[in-house]
C-alpha cells in the first residue's frame, strides 16, 4: 500500500486567518486539501461552493480533494471540477441506480480527474462492490456527515478492512479514505484497516498544524 495521505479539512480553518493556515499546512507534509461541500438538503448544514474553490485554487497547489455531500452531483460536476477540483467525491446515497453511478464517474475520468464515492456511517459497505473499478477515491465517512467535531464511530473500521480486502484481491489501486473524528489515536486504527489517505479538520487546525500532520502520517 501506499504512504499515507493527509487531507486538513477546510470547514475547520480559521477563515481569519486563512493565508497563514494555508502557509502552515503546504509546509507541514500533507499532500491533499480535504473541501466540503454541503446543500443543507442531503445533510443539515451549508458550506461552500465553486467560486470559493477557485479561491483555493489560486492561494494553494495542494491537491484539492472536494467532497459533495449533495442531492444534485451530476449538475454540480463540471461546475466543481472547471474551478479546479483534482478529486470530486459524491454519495453513494443519492444515486439512482448502477447506470448513474457509472455515468458520473465516467464523466469525472473523461476531464482526467480523480472520481470518488463515500457512504455514510448506516450504509453497508457491500453496496460498493459493484464499483471498485470505477473509482479511484472510496471515501468512508467514520461520523455522519454534515457537521465537524463529531466523535469516530469504530464500526468504519471494519468497513475499511473488507473494502481494502476486494481492492488486493482484485490488484485495484485505489485509495481508501477516511473522514470523520480522526486524531492521532483513530488515525492509528484506520491505516492499520487499510486507509491511506486521512482527512482531518479540528484535530489538525485547533493547534499546531505541521506536529497534527505529523502525528496522523
Not at 462492490?129 to 464511530?153: A, H, T
Not at 481508501?176 to 492509528?188: A, R
Not at 498544524?209 to 505529523?214: D, F, G, L, Q, R
Amino acid at each position: 500500500m501506499s504512504h499515507t495521505i493527509i487531507a486538513p479539512s477546510v470547514l475547520s480553518l480559521d477563515y481569519a486567518r486563512m493565508n497563514e493556515q494555508l502557509k502552515e499546512v503546504s509546509e507541514s507534509g500533507a499532500e491533499w486539501l480535504h473541501f466540503d461541500v454541503m446543500d443543507g438538503h442531503f445533510v443539515p448544514n451549508l458550506t461552500f461552493g465553486p467560486d470559493i474553490l477557485k479561491g483555493f485554487r489560486k492561494a494553494s497547489d495542494l491537491y484539492l480533494d472536494v467532497h459533495v455531500m449533495i442531492e444534485k452531483p451530476l449538475f454540480f460536476a463540471e461546475k466543481f471540477l472547471s474551478a479546479g477540483a483534482d478529486n470530486y467525491t459524491f454519495h453513494y446515497e443519492v444515486m439512482e441506480d448502477a447506470e448513474s453511478i457509472r455515468q458520473l464517474s465516467g464523466i469525472v475520468r473523461s476531464q482526467g480527474k480523480s472520481v470518488g464515492i463515500s457512504i455514510k456511517p448506516d450504509t453497508d459497505v457491500s453496496v460498493l462492490k459493484p464499483f471498485l473499478k470505477d473509482f479511484d477515491v472510496f471515501l468512508i465517512m467514520s461520523v455522519e456527515p454534515g457537521f465537524g467535531g463529531q466523535k469516530f464511530m469504530p464500526a468504519s473500521l471494519d468497513k475499511i478492512r473488507t473494502l481494502r480486502f476486494w481492492l488486493d484481491e482484485e490488484g485495484i489501486q485505489a485509495h481508501i479514505e477516511v473522514d470523520g473524528g480522526i486524531n492521532g489515536t483513530t488515525g492509528k486504527l484506520v491505516k492499520e484497516a487499510g486507509a491511506d489517505v486521512l482527512v482531518a479538520g479540528s484535530y489538525i487546525f485547533g493547534g499546531n498544524i505541521k506536529e497534527a500532520v505529523m502525528s496522523l502520517a
